[in-house]
């Protein structure tokens, strides 16, 4: 109990950091400032696992899946890179709704900021009542499973047909039930005009982030159940993945153009721990199989993205 209230302290804290005393003054985030920043969260995240292996050691937060530190410490990386790696298709579609609402850099981070504060409160209701599914109807981990490949289905048809974010419903939803001002007034979220109050599309982009944060937690959370079920290494590595979102969103949103074929690596990470949840009563997959899976997934659509890009610009330079 006392490692569970001092990690969440520790997150508390350092979002109180962030916004209160490096991002006080709202800047554009440049390319030096995200690298450092992704090192830093990649850092503390890597160096969890140690923790993680002394609380399964010492028996700090219970153990209700009768896990070995060495098996505790597998499925914790195994989570952590399942969700960071899922993070990048939500980056696609964080840097599609700022591209189409024309949210100035310099904003974009304390918007994430509250996206990122309402994302760990989303799921870890989530985590809590998916973990609790899982101990309770043993069979509720096929119906995760089948909507994971569900999921990676409808990615294959339909990721290169990206919504234009004002064409959405939800966008006409927000619309319908508050007025929403064509213009960003500076940092605010409401204006006035008149003897009437608008929201401006600043925070119509905040509830859009955390609305599509919830739609992926719908894929990421089941997910990392299907490696673990266990309540804390769930949660730390989903947290953790997710506080280190923001400093990646600006790392790699110049670069998403070059990595085309990351989205089929997602594709097969959402398809092949849906077929480990449906499998997970048969067959037990080893915690290094599933990690060797995510990891040459992402490396092969990098490396196929990198070749496509080199192969692109040599056609242009002969053309």
């Given amino acids: 109990m006392i490692l569970w ?46 923790v993680v292996y002394m609380a399964f050691q010492n028996n700090w937060v219970g153990n209700p899946t009768n896990l070995t530190p060495t098996q505790a410490v597998l499925k914790y990386i195994t989570g952590y890179l399942i969700e960071l790696s899922l993070s990048v298709d939500n980056i696609f579609l964080i840097a599609l709704i700022f591209s189409s609402f024309q949210i100035a850099k310099k904003y974009q981070h304390e918007v994430l900021f509250y996206g990122v504060l309402g994302a760990i409160i989303f799921r870890a209701i989530m985590i809590v009542f998916g973990v609790a599914l899982i101990n309770k109807f043993s069979w509720i981990i096929y119906v995760f499973g089948a909507f994971l490949i569900f999921t990676a289905l409808k990615m294959l048809l339909t990721h290169d047909k990206p919504q234009n974010p004002k064409d959405s419903r939800l966008y006409k939803w927000i619309k319908k039930i508050y007025p929403v001002s064509r213009s960003v007034y500076g940092g605010a979220f409401f204006m006035k005009r008149g003897k009437i109050r608008f929201a401006t599309p600043l925070f119509v982009v905040v509830i859009l982030i955390e609305l599509t944060d919830l739609f992926f937690a719908l894929d990421s959370i089941p997910a990392i159940l299907a490696i673990t079920a266990d309540p804390f290494i769930v949660f730390s590595s989903n947290i953790l993945a997710v506080m280190g979102l923001r400093s ?44 060797s899976v995510i990891a040459f997934s992402l490396g092969a659509g990098m490396v196929a993205s990198t070749i496509s890009e080199k192969k692109a610009a040599k056609s242009l330079t002969e053309g």
């Fill in 5 to 50: 209230i001092a990690f969440i302290s520790f997150i508390i804290f350092a979002l109180a950091l962030d916004l209160g005393v490096f991002n006080r003054n709202p800047h554009e985030i440049k390319t030096k400032e995200a690298t450092a920043w992704t090192i830093v969260w990649v850092t503390i995240a890597l160096l969890f696992s140690g």
């Fill in 248 to 291: 990646m969103y600006f790392l790699i949103v110049g670069m998403l153009d070059k990595f085309k074929y990351i989205s089929y690596s997602l594709i097969v990470i959402l398809a092949f721990v849906g077929i480990k949840m449906i499998l997970s009563h048969h067959v037990d997959i080893p915690d290094w199989l599933s990690l």
